[in-house]
């Protein structure tokens, strides 16, 4: 089993389903409806939004859709508490330990420890407080002066847009060398032009691909 390269200088960690057991924006969307359940009238939006994903198979434009249903015209004041109460209830659950653990050893050795996630920054920066990270790449999302309007500001932050994410880490710590996990085989793109790669938890199908082009596979309990 492929374990952490540690000391190469930077490590990035995607979020879901590699340092998390699975997806934390649904989970964060129910938080939201438990906290406000007169926001699931925004739910007639869900139907929608997945027969168009169907179609074009955007995942910005879909993601886009659920939080401008259910949060649209949420105050910073009102996200941020949902955020801390997220967290407070359900990070630590969420979390794989061997995951932690990767993460408490590259920080151990130095390593400039990078959270590159396409879930959003309404909570992923938190995330990665609250984690330690140094730093935090994840999708952005559009204000309307205090209020949330939901669509994405930013590229949605997964496959090719990741590679690019970590070309502007490789510029900022010239001569390091990188280390970098994922689990699903939109991660392939960034994982594909770092130093030490890792594919965590993927499924079988993920992880022949993985073997295929030569990137290592572990399981992170």
């Known amino acids: 089993m492929a374990t952490p390269r540690t000391g ?3 490590a990035i960690f995607d979020l879901d389903g590699t340092i998390t057991f699975h997806d934390t924006l649904v989970p964060y969307l129910f938080h939201v409806l438990r906290h406000h359940p007169a926001r699931a009238l925004g739910l007639w939006r869900v139907p929608v939004a997945l027969a168009r994903f169907a179609l074009d198979r955007d995942r910005g434009h879909l993601k886009a859709s659920l939080i401008r249903g259910l949060m ?3 105050s910073r004041a009102a996200v941020h508490a949902l955020t801390r109460s997220f967290l407070d209830e359900r990070l630590s659950a969420l979390c794989r330990r061997t995951a932690l653990a990767a993460i408490e050893a590259h920080r151990a050795a130095g390593d400039h420890l990078v959270l590159l996630s396409a879930s959003t920054d309404f909570y992923v920066p938190d995330i990665g407080r609250r984690l330690g990270f140094d730093e935090v ?10 209020r949330l309007d939901g669509r994405l500001a930013s ?11 970590v070309e502007t880490v490789r510029a900022g710590h010239p001569g390091h060398s990188i280390a970098a996990y994922g689990n699903s085989s939109s991660d392939f793109d960034h994982l594909l032009v770092v130093e030490a790669p890792l ?3 993927a499924s079988a199908a ?3 691909r993985a073997q295929q082009l030569g990137l290592p596979v572990a399981d992170w309990s």
């Open 137 to 146: 790449y994840c999708t952005e999302v559009r204000w309307n002066g205090d």
């Open 199 to 201: 594919v965590v938890n």
């Open 72 to 74: 649209g015209g949420l």
């Open 206 to 208: 993920t992880r022949r």
């Open 8 to 10: 190469v200088g930077v």
């Open 155 to 165: 590229e949605n932050r997964r496959g090719a847009e990741k590679a690019r994410v």
